[in-house]
């Protein structure tokens, strides 16, 4: 008998934070390696060494790009692992924007905080810089989809597609004979940009996502909450100040932008892309066609109709530009990137309106401002908000209840074990009873560094 031992070391009772570590009789794999987001006592674990030695992992399995799920390589490869990180190709692409550009925006801040004295600590430090970034993008390798992958004589994996940015993938582990079935982060059945996630056949153990475990999205009209607020823009000579992702979400709202514009739903008001990182993903999206809806013809089009900002020199002509505007900038949970700027300088204008779209994760100024807070710490000082607020939370890329059941509906099997993980606890909760009624499934709620002895 087999035995198979998994270790949480994060996204367990938490969103962010993905990582999880299969020691196997042949191997010992890495899936995910993100960092924790959001409450200051989770941001505070990345900095801890793990709980496991690096450099006995033999290999990294990315399922995409996201920051939550790639931001702790870096830190992984100077604790000494240097096996290979695999994943798609446009995940790959994806993670080198993100690590590159995490890195770049942590030498920065540190750099800022040193100077102008708002850090705590006598000296701050980036998390890592941009020469270990590049040496952790080094290890990256390719792999296409629905293809197996032999890691060692009895362990081999698949990448399917699963639909919640460009690159992502559900994993299929099989191990022994068994598959352990890794969902990543599960797409949106009707999303305006990427197909339909595909569903698993088969999970002898599930490891499932839950962000929205325990909500339905709602069903709200874009076009009109989107060409109101422009309408409102317009006429207020304000700004709108839309905080996003750079990966999918910046090109969804780019997309929708461009349609209203095309249906003559909205004016042509100026529209800038804040964002280093987004305009390095357009780049991804222009070479990895396959992996989403929009022709090249449609997609040249939809880039030219915004003003794309680099240099930080342009955020503030952007900021002192007198006419009415929409500014989509990052980060899309206010935690980082250009938005700060714009929201520093104008979040205390009545007139200012700040979208958000999205989940929000708790201990983000994202959440402090869907909260209703009316005041925000940005560089060590206090704003007040006087903005009008506003949320679209339709957009998410992130399934919700019931397109997660869809996911799971497609297996034939009866999982040994399901690991509800990427969750807050009131959504894992009600996920795991809501799973155990209508499936009868066997669930469970992993806590962070939980130990699990699978005997195959």
Request: net charge neutral; hydrophobic share 40%; charged share 25%.
């Amino acid at each position: 008998m087999k035995n198979v031992r998994v270790k949480f070391l994060g996204a367990s009772g938490t969103v962010t934070g993905s990582k999880f570590y299969l020691e196997t009789p042949e191997l010992n794999i890495m899936i995910d390696c993100g960092m924790f987001q959001g409450l200051k006592e989770l941001r505070k674990k990345n900095w801890e060494p793990l709980s496991i030695d690096a450099g006995k992992i033999d290999v990294v399995l990315l399922t995409h790009g996201h920051l939550d799920h790639t931001g702790y390589l870096p830190r992984l490869v100077k604790e000494g692992f240097n096996g290979d990180i695999i994943g798609t190709s446009p995940t790959l692409a994806v993670a080198r924007v993100i690590l590159l550009d995490s890195a770049k925006i942590q030498e920065e801040q540190a750099k800022k905080a040193n100077e102008e004295g708002f850090s705590k600590h006598p000296k701050a430090l980036p998390f890592y810089n941009i020469i270990e970034a590049e040496k952790t993008i080094t290890l990256f390798s390719g792999r296409k989809r629905d293809e197996w992958n032999q890691l060692s004589e009895n362990i081999r994996f698949k990448y399917r597609y699963n639909g919640h940015i460009i690159g992502s993938t559900f994993i299929e582990l099989e191990i022994f004979g068994k598959i352990f079935v890794f969902s990543g982060d599960v797409g949106r059945l009707n999303d305006e940009l990427l197909m339909p996630p595909e569903r698993p056949e088969w999970a002898d153990y599930l490891f499932l996502e839950s962000t929205y475990g325990n909500k339905l999205h709602p069903k709200e009209n874009i076009t009109t909450i989107l060409s109101d607020l422009v309408q409102k823009t317009i006429n207020d000579r304000a700004t709108l100040i839309i905080p996003s992702f750079a990966v999918e979400r910046l090109q969804l709202l780019m997309f929708l932008f461009w349609d209203l514009y095309k249906k003559n739903k909205i004016p042509n008001i100026p529209i800038f892309i804040d964002s280093p990182m987004g305009s390095n993903v357009l780049d991804v999206f222009g070479q990895f066609t396959d992996w989403h809806k929009l022709d090249q013809h449609d997609f040249k089009a939809m880039c030219n109709h915004f003003t794309i900002t680099s240099s930080y020199a342009d955020t503030w002509k952007t900021i002192d530009d007198p006419r009415p505007k929409i500014v989509i900038a990052g980060s899309g949970m206010v935690t980082g990137g250009r938005v700060l700027t714009y929201l520093k300088q104008l979040i205390d204008e009545p007139k200012t309106k700040v979208l958000l779209v999205g989940y929000q994760a708790e201990g983000t100024r994202g959440r402090q401002l869907l909260a209703g807070t009316h005041e925000l710490k940005l560089f060590g000082k206090y704003y007040p908000v006087k903005a009008s607020i506003h949320f679209i939370e339709s957009l998410s890329a992130h399934a919700d209840q019931a397109e997660l059941l869809h996911f799971i509906n497609g297996i034939k099997n009866i999982p040994e074990n399901v690991f509800l993980i990427h969750g807050e606890p009131g959504a894992l909760d009600a996920f795991k009873v809501k799973i155990r009624d209508t499936k009868g499934w066997n669930c469970h709620i992993p806590k962070l560094e939980e130990t699990i002895d699978l005997l195959l």
